[in-house]
């Protein structure tokens, strides 16, 4: 499996990592150091800017430094988070900040070696036109190469670094919610906890939560395991090695919420030794079985969640004991149903459904009880599944073809507009991972991509929506899919995503393991297809695009099924007084731009969606105009040039 590949090239690419001197365990924040400070308050307040001021008394002469610090998510922020040093008279204008945006502010002193905070206060910056708001824009700053503050003590300076298969939803509280997979470059992760967590107000700045599930997986999988072994006369497995995978995170009602998750045993079924590479412990058998299981909350901001127990679990259609394999190269696999990346959806006439299942023989539909999360129906002994609904397992409502090992996996669905959209993980993570959708009127299929093709069997789906790819001045990105897909509750729609460096960037040979969150805002054609944009989102003001800022030379490139490599650009010269396109491939085409739809038509019979994003690839980044459009089985990309 993918996955497998995912967590041997981590164990590769440990590094031991030095604390820094300031890192999070290192700070003292210490509020008994006789110095009080008064809650800031501000002055003056622009669309931009905010200033604001404070005063101390106490201890003041030990006083060496003193400002304030700011953030858009975090309630108490601390020096960790965005500073402002302050003046003589304890005052201090935070610039650069988005306008009609609230921010969490606390004074603070550093004196005598230890920090001291005021409490925390809201401010708000003043509302600005959307042309003042782009003219204002400042593109986020943060550094794509993270290697620099990898390490697990560095975890509040990290916002979208260390993100690995996302799930995101939109809470009560008015935030974004992240969860991943277990990954991260180095394996900083490693012994503090499973499914770490995030949240954004403005899906650009995000503030690490920490892990979901403690450190120790919950005691029924191992239990589960087990007896299932004891059935089928096999030794229980007294350590069993684990991996956790792939959550997906909903809510579903007012002050509830439910994620599921994946446990991954990779130790083999034979004999139940681990599954580590060339350690000679192959036995010619699989490796053992997945578990999906279900943790709810009330309240995501506190990051506690009550683990519900079994969900379900990888199930085979061979019988007990044909588990056997004859090599590492023999891919007839023995479960049908791979129970990994769930992905859950509650339809239009309140039925909840699980869809689940990467790498097998294809993904499966299964309905849950809308009160407890589990399945509707029972579920039969899991290695004789027979029938449509594979005993209870699901249905199976996409496949790539008749194998039994198919890279096809990551599924996620989200409803819009009368249809079900899945949308599928195509291809191996380490480059060629790229993202494909088809859609249905009915939860459990049939499903049909663009051109009416089935997804069950058909070898190719499209559109491509994601795929590598490296526009000029930079590395560019591979390994871009397993998405989550999400909306802000008024039909705005996103992508999120890891995206992964290629090899040997900078020297660093492990520079594939470092693995970016990516979030992309998503356009809908005519057709009610998804695009997603090329370049991530940033917040940048949606002002109107003028024909006259469309001439002059982009960026375009085209994402198609060789996805072995990245797909590099070309440029393409739009000239304005003739309505041609005088270089690339589409020279000599014309085209026209349509204001209303914000879109443009070219001869070629394409049509470009058109939408302001960073340009993260200048230097400074700016904002820009890109599209996204589909063609006969690709999708084309661009970027206006500077």
């Known amino acids: 499996m993918k996955k497998i590949t995912l967590f041997f090239m981590s164990l590769l ?9 300031d890192g999070l365990d290192n700070i003292e924040y210490d509020r008994n150091s006789g110095i009080t400070i008064a809650t800031a308050q501000v002055t003056a307040t622009t669309g931009t800017s905010l200033t604001v001021t404070a005063s101390a008394t106490g201890n003041i002469d030990q006083i060496v430094k003193k400002g304030f610090c700011y953030s858009v998510n975090a309630q108490n922020p601390t020096i960790k988070d965005n500073i402002v040093e302050a003046d003589e008279n304890f005052s201090a204008t935070i610039s650069g900040l988005t306008g009609n945006t609230s921010y969490y502010i606390r004074a603070y002193v550093y004196g005598n070696s230890r920090y001291t905070y005021s409490d925390a206060f809201t401010a708000t910056t003043e509302s600005q036109s959307l042309d003042e708001q782009l003219q204002n824009y400042v593109a986020p700053a943060y550094e794509d190469n993270y290697v620099d503050i990898a390490a697990w003590s560095n975890r509040n300076q990290w916002n979208l670094a260390n993100v690995h298969d996302p799930t995101v939803m939109k809470a009560d509280d008015g935030y974004y919610y992240m969860y991943q997979t277990d990954a991260s470059y180095g394996n900083a992760h490693s012994g503090n906890g ?13 503030e690490y939560l920490g892990a979901t599930m403690s450190e120790t997986p919950p005691a029924w999988i191992k239990e589960k395991l087990n007896a299932y072994r004891q059935e089928m006369g096999l030794e229980p497995i007294d350590n069993p090695s684990y ?23 990779t130790n083999y079924i034979k004999t ?21 299981g279900l943790m709810e909350t009330s309240d995501p901001a506190s990051n506690i969640w009550e683990d519900k127990g079994y969900v379900v679990c990888s199930a085979s259609d061979k019988g007990m004991t044909d588990y056997g394999r004859s090599s590492t190269g023999d891919w007839n ?4 149903i791979n129970a990994i990346d769930p992905t859950y959806i509650i339809t239009t006439n309140n039925e909840h459904w699980l869809i689940y299942g990467s790498w097998h023989s294809g993904i499966a539909a299964l309905q849950l009880n809308p009160e407890d999360g589990k399945p509707l129906n029972a579920l039969g002994k899991p290695w004789n599944i027979t029938g449509d609904d594979n005993s209870g397992y699901g249905k199976i409502i996409a496949k790539r073809g ?6 096809s996996e990551g599924p996620e669905i989200i409803y819009r507009n009368g249809y079900y959209y899945l949308f599928l993980a195509y291809g191996t993570l380490s480059v060629e991972y790229n993202t494909r959708v088809c859609r249905s009127a009915n939860i459990d299929g049939p499903y049909v991509d663009i051109d009416g093709n089935s997804a069950m069997g058909n070898s190719e789906l499209y559109p491509i ?9 930079s590395y560019g990105w591979v390994g871009i899919s397993h998405c989550g897909i999400f909306d802000d509750g008024e039909d705005n729609w996103y992508y999120a995503s890891q995206g992964r460096f290629p090899v040997n960037v900078g020297g660093n040979e492990y520079s594939n393991a470092i693995m970016m ?4 805002s998503i356009r809908w054609d005519a057709n009610g297809w998804p695009l997603v944009m090329p370049e991530r989102y940033g917040a940048v003001p949606q002002v109107p695009i003028t024909e006259a800022e469309i001439a002059g030379d982009w960026e375009h490139l085209a994402l198609t099924t060789n996805t072995g490599n990245q797909k590099t650009s070309e440029t393409m010269t739009y000239d304005l007084s003739t309505h041609k396109i005088t270089s690339g491939s589409w020279k000599s085409a014309t085209w026209t731009f349509d204001e209303a739809t914000q879109t443009i038509t070219t001869s070629t019979g394409v049509v470009l969606y058109l939408q302001r994003e960073v340009d993260w690839e200048t230097t400074p980044r700016t904002h820009t105009i890109v599209y996204a459009a589909h063609g006969t089985q690709k999708t084309y990309w661009g970027k206006k040039i500077h």
């Not at 139940?272 to 079985?289: A, C, H, L, M, V």
């Not at 008749?402 to 890279?407: D, E, G, L, P, Y």
């Open 465 to 473: 929506l994601t795929a590598p790819y490296k526009f000029n001045n």
């Open 272 to 292: 139940g030794k681990p599954e580590i590479e060339n350690n000679g412990n192959f036995d010619n058998s699989w490796t053992e079985r997945a578990f999906i």
């Open 13 to 21: 690419t440990v590094l031991a990592f030095a604390a820094c001197s």
């Open 333 to 336: 696999a023995y479960f049908k």
């Open 194 to 206: 499973h499914f770490h967590a995030r949240r954004s107000k403005d899906l650009v700045n995000w």
């Open 517 to 520: 969150g990516h979030v992309r």
């Open 243 to 265: 991996g956790y995978w792939a959550p997906v995170a909903r809510k579903v009602s007012t002050g509830k919420y439910r994620m599921y998750y994946s446990i991954v045993i």
């Open 402 to 407: 008749s194998s039994r090992w198919q890279a």
